[in-house]
């Protein structure tokens, strides 16, 4: 059984950093996309990261490019977002995403991944 496990979340100040961590477990996921989307309340679920879990292309949303980097540890299977210069509007609960890799093109689509973690909560405060 696929289990994805978010942590990291809290509450900070506009400007400071956050690393989020998404423990994987249950399966190889060597062909895998691995991604991170957030959710706002009154808002829809939006992409904000992805890559090929093996490594090589990325994707980052426009509003998160340049402040936030995704990066994966094979050895532990976890895959990180490192949040850099938050902002009030990235308060969210960020979800950690995993499904098979059909091309970068795929990344931003919800339904690419076949696995969700239950999120963790990123307060960033004015």
């Known amino acids: 059984q696929v289990q994805l496990v978010e942590s990291g979340g809290g509450l900070v100040q506009a400007g400071d950093s956050l690393r989020l961590s998404c423990a994987a477990s249950g399966r190889t996921f060597g062909s895998y996309s691995m991604g991170w989307f957030r959710q706002a309340p009154g808002k829809e679920r939006e992409f904000v990261a992805a890559?090929?879990?093996?490594?090589?292309?990325?994707d980052y949303a426009d509003s998160v490019k340049g402040r936030f980097t995704i990066s994966g540890d094979n050895a532990k299977n976890t895959v990180y977002l490192q949040m850099n210069s938050l902002k009030p509007e990235d308060t969210a609960l960020y979800y950690c995403?995993?499904?098979?890799?059909?091309?970068?093109?795929?990344?931003?689509?919800?339904?690419?991944?076949?696995?969700w973690g239950q999120g963790t909560q990123v307060t960033v405060s004015s």
């Open positions: 995403a995993a499904g098979p890799y059909y091309g970068s093109s795929y990344y931003r689509r919800p339904s690419s991944y076949a696995y």
């Open positions: 890559s090929r879990w093996t490594g090589g292309s990325t």
